[in-house]
């Protein structure tokens, strides 16, 4: 056996076991960008595969300031009361400028943080399409084959994150402020159309009639789109980190889609098909790296942005020279 299987073979029994730091070593293989480790990682990854699949995936997406830490916190320590363990995956913004991110969900999750049975990871984004981690849906097998039970993936609820979440998860929450309002007008329709559910969060005190309204206005638009499933109505609920109000109910609508869609088959297609837009999305990433990387692109590329800068040029005649060119390689 090669010293990189070998290796390969000890991390695969690290996670298997359930052991942390092995865990955390290989999504950090995984996150790599040096070729050495990215190629152990996938070594790991590809022992690990036929572990995972058996987890709930749950999306959780929101403003900032809604409160999805607060209440993926809430429902973790729930969960693993019920004896459950939680993997929670928080990715965190990238500076356009720098590429670094605060990496602050272990502060903001503390409590959860200090639970055996659960696992947090937060990741910085990479500047990736909708915030999403580059290599998150990786991260999540791993975590499957570690035996996690639930797999939480928080994004921040910028641009297209919540496409990007909703394209690896089995149910896909959207939590919102109390009163609709504004941002329901607001409200792109596309996360509606993604939603699985809408949870007002921050129903108490003060803000609970705001939100029982909002809960109303809410379902009244959701009531206006078609259901992305023939089985499923996204419904529309009321919730409170602080106070647990509402958390267990969310994990019973969880549980019951989870029970739905099985019966129909849809939640083996759906997994189906995110994996092959996976595959795909793959061949596009390492086609565009081999792009990049040809010499003759390379020379070409300064020069083309200059011309299609000062309207010299267009840029579909620009990116035809540059196929051209690596065509021609």
């Known amino acids: 056996m090669s010293a990189r299987l070998a290796s390969a073979a000890e991390y695969r029994d690290g996670v298997r076991a359930g052991d942390r730091r092995a865990i955390a070593k290989t999504i950090t293989l995984l996150e790599s960008r040096r070729a050495d480790h990215a190629e152990l990682g996938q070594c790991v990854l590809e ?21 999805k830490s607060s209440f993926i916190e809430a429902l973790g320590l729930a969960l693993i009361e019920r004896g459950q363990r939680v993997a929670v995956l928080a990715v965190d913004p990238s500076s356009p400028r720098s590429g670094g991110s605060i990496l602050g969900d272990k502060t903001r999750m503390e409590r959860l943080a200090q639970q055996p ?17 580059h290599r998150t849906r990786e991260t999540m097998l791993v975590c499957e084959a570690a ?47 993604l939603a699985d559910a809408l949870v007002v969060n921050k129903a108490d005190g003060e803000l609970r009639a705001a939100a029982r309204r909002a809960c109303v206005e809410y379902q009244h638009a959701l009531d206006l789109l078609r259901p992305v499933s023939p089985h499923w ?54 086609l565009q790296r081999d792009f990049r990387a040809h010499p ?30 690596y065509r021609d390689r």
């Open 47 to 67: 022992e690990l595969v036929p572990h995972s699949g058996g987890a709930v995936r749950l999306g959780v997406t929101g403003t900032p300031g809604v409160g």
């Open 117 to 133: 049975d659960a696992f947090i990871r937060p990741s910085p984004s990479g500047g990736s399409l909708g915030g999403v981690a």
């Open 147 to 193: 035996g996690y039970e639930v797999v939480i993936v928080e994004t921040v609820g910028v641009g297209q994150s919540e496409a990007a979440v909703a394209s690896m998860v089995d149910f896909f929450a959207v939590l919102l402020q109390p009163g609709a309002g504004d941002e329901l007008q607001g409200m792109k329709k596309g996360v509606l159309e």
């Open 233 to 286: 109505r996204p419904p529309v609920l009321l919730a409170s980190a602080r106070s647990g109000d509402g958390i267990e109910e969310f994990w019973k609508l969880v549980l019951a889609h989870r029970s739905a869609l099985p019966r129909s088959g849809e939640l083996d297609a759906r997994r189906r098909t995110q994996s092959l837009a996976w595959l795909w999305s793959l061949v596009e990433e390492q």
């Open 296 to 325: 003759a692109v390379t020379r070409a590329i300064p020069p083309l942005e200059a011309e299609v800068a000062a309207r010299k040029c267009t840029p579909a005649a620009a990116a035809r020279a540059l196929l051209e060119i």
